[in-house]
């Protein structure tokens, strides 16, 4: 059974870098064929995906966070890291973390097989 886990800062200040790691069990971030991602839900509104990394190490961001993001892993802790900077009160959301086949487009969520809890993230002053 793979388990994910989020953790990270549950405040973060306007301006500063948001970082989160999801610690993954169960399983290896490195097996075929598996793309690890995040995704958050701003309070009253939809999911939105972020990002992901690849089995392989490649990397993937949503167009409108690009800028502002970046994911990487550490394999030998099988954890993978988010980091979105110059964060704004707007970035406040449940932060998850979740591991989808390659073989799905990941347009829908349901595609995703295993998911965290999800950690409330809060960017006020």
């Known amino acids: 059974q793979v388990q994910l886990q989020e953790s990270g800062p549950g405040l973060v200040k306007p301006s500063q870098t948001l970082s989160l790691t999801c610690t993954v069990s169960?399983?290896?971030?490195?097996?075929?064929?598996?793309?690890w991602s995040w995704i958050r839900q701003p309070p009253g509104k939809g999911l939105e995906w972020m990002g992901a990394?690849?089995?392989?190490?490649?990397?993937y961001y949503s167009p409108s966070l690009k800028s502002r993001t970046s994911i990487s892993r550490d394999t030998s802790k099988n954890q993978f890291t988010l980091q979105l900077s110059s964060v704004t009160p707007e970035d406040t959301a449940v932060y998850y973390c979740?591991?989808?086949?390659?073989?799905?487009?990941?347009?829908?969520?349901?595609?995703?097989?295993?998911w965290g809890q999800g950690t409330q993230v809060t960017v006020s002053s």
């Open positions: 169960g399983g290896s971030i490195t097996t075929n064929y598996y793309y």
């Open positions: 990394i690849a089995y392989s190490g490649s990397t």
């Open positions: 979740a591991r989808i086949p390659t073989y799905y487009s990941g347009i829908y969520y349901s595609e995703y097989d295993y």
